[in-house]
């Protein structure tokens, strides 16, 4: 499958799922895929916690930095500009698709939450922030890197 063709893939699929996630409150796996995940966590919410707060600032911040710092040692001073612009383009969009898909947060009567939070839950600002730091970084070491190193910066 080309590059050009797997995007259109990963497009067409997350756009399935935002009109889902727009439709349906849940998907059919979501409670129980959730509580197991649950059941089997030794170290109770305090992990969960520690990585939502990795999306607030001021760690969110700690976390741009470290992908801007690799970026730049993957492919330049240039490429360092991607995580960020790549982070205001994630906001903007997360600003402009919560109301659209307005899917509401899980209720505590459901599952274990981590915090309080207001608003809507789709699409996860959190899944949005990491992915766009991690997946540029991620896309910089396909495009620049080769042999082992490509494949130890990508599954970072």
Do not use: E
């Amino acid at each position: 499958m080309s590059g050009r063709a797997l995007w259109f893939a990963a497009a067409a699929v997350g756009l399935i799922l935002l009109l889902g996630a727009a439709r349906y409150p849940r998907f059919p796996l979501d409670v129980a895929a959730t509580q197991a995940i649950q059941r089997i966590n030794v170290f109770g919410l305090t992990w969960a916690t520690s990585m939502t707060n990795t999306a607030k600032p001021p760690l969110v911040y700690g976390l741009l930095v470290v992908a801007i710092g690799m970026a730049w040692r993957i492919a330049g001073i240039r490429a360092a500009l991607l995580p960020p612009v790549a982070y205001v383009v994630v906001l903007g969009i997360d600003r402009i698709l919560k109301p659209w898909v307005a899917r509401p947060r899980p209720s505590p009567d459901l599952i274990q939450v981590v915090g309080a939070s207001s608003g809507f839950g789709c699409p996860s600002t959190f899944a949005l922030i990491h992915g766009t730091a991690i997946g540029a970084v991620a896309w910089l070491a396909w495009r620049h890197c080769r042999g082992r190193s490509r494949w130890a910066m990508v599954s970072l």
